[in-house]
């Protein structure tokens, strides 16, 4: 059992950053690849971020290249989203997830490969 926990959400103004931190328990936290969803009011949860096991691919939702970067430390379990340039139609909850059993090159966007998510947090960018 894996258990997620993520943090850094909040208001921030169109044009603004946030950090989005999800911390996982457990010692084989470098076996899953991670990601990052959201959902917003009235909407299906949709693929923002993820990250393979060893950090060294990456993929991103189109609405968030230029402007988002997920990175991982392994070394303290933990999963980071940076977002800049907010806008508004970022307002989400936005949760953190595990992928377990897939290859390090594996980059899972589809929601239905994640075994674990988080409670969500949060974000609020106001125009």
């Known amino acids: 059992q894996v258990q997620l926990v993520e943090s850094g959400g909040g208001l921030v103004q169109a044009g603004g950053s946030l950090r989005l931190s999800c911390a996982a328990s457990?010692?084989?936290?470098?076996?899953?690849?991670m990601g990052w969803f959201r959902q917003a009011p009235g909407k299906e949860r949709e693929f923002v971020a993820t990250?393979?096991?060893?950090?060294?691919?990456?993929s991103y939702a189109d609405s968030v290249k230029g402007r988002f970067t997920i990175s991982r430390d392994n070394d303290k379990n933990m999963v980071y989203l940076q977002m800049n340039s907010l806008r508004p139609e970022n307002t989400a909850v936005y949760y953190c997830?595990?992928?377990?059993?897939?290859?390090?090159?594996?980059?899972?966007?589809?929601?239905?490969?994640?075994?674990?998510w988080g409670q969500g947090t949060q974000v609020t960018v106001s125009s």
């Open positions: 457990g010692r084989t936290f470098n076996r899953y690849a």
């Open positions: 990250i393979s096991r060893s950090g060294s691919w990456t």
């Open positions: 997830a595990a992928a377990i059993g897939l290859t390090d090159y594996h980059v899972p966007v589809l929601r239905r490969l994640y075994d674990y």
